[in-house]
Nanobody, 115 residues
Framework: QVQLVESGGGLVQAGGSLRLSCAASKSIFSINTMGWFRQAPGKQRDMVAGIASTGNTNYADSVKGRFTISRDNAKNTVYLQMNSLKPEDTAVYYC?????????WGQGTQVTVSS
């Protein structure tokens, strides 16, 4: 079992920045894949960014060049640095982990970008 707790969401103006954090209940060194998804009202949950234990990253096209995912194994935490935010980035952001073939999700944190 892995518990994930997100923090760092909030209200920001367009063009601003936020950093989301995801704290895991166990060493993320052993977690193969972690990432961030988001879900806007009435829409499906979509992948935003992912990071493997190797450090390899991948991003949705809509956030490339604006968002950066990173992991700090010593703090068991994954981050999502979000810059140049747009109103269309407004959503609930969920932390995700895949550990030994099972998927785990955080409770979500709201990000609202005003125009």
């Amino acid at each position: 079992q892995v518990q994930l707790v997100e923090s760092g969401g909030g209200l920001v103006q367009a063009g601003g920045s936020l950093r989301l954090s995801c704290a895991a209940s166990k060493s993320i060194f052993s977690i193969n894949t972690m990432g961030w998804f988001r879900q806007a009202p009435g829409k499906q949950r979509d992948m935003v960014a992912g990071i493997a234990s190797t450090g390899n990253t991948n991003y949705a096209d809509s956030v490339k060049g604006r968002f950066t995912i990173s992991r700090d194994n010593a703090k068991n935490t994954v981050y999502l640095q979000m810059n140049s935010l747009k109103p269309e980035d407004t959503a609930v952001y969920y932390c995700y982990a895949n550990w030994w073939g099972s998927d785990y999700w955080g409770q979500g944190t709201q990000v609202t970008v005003s125009s």
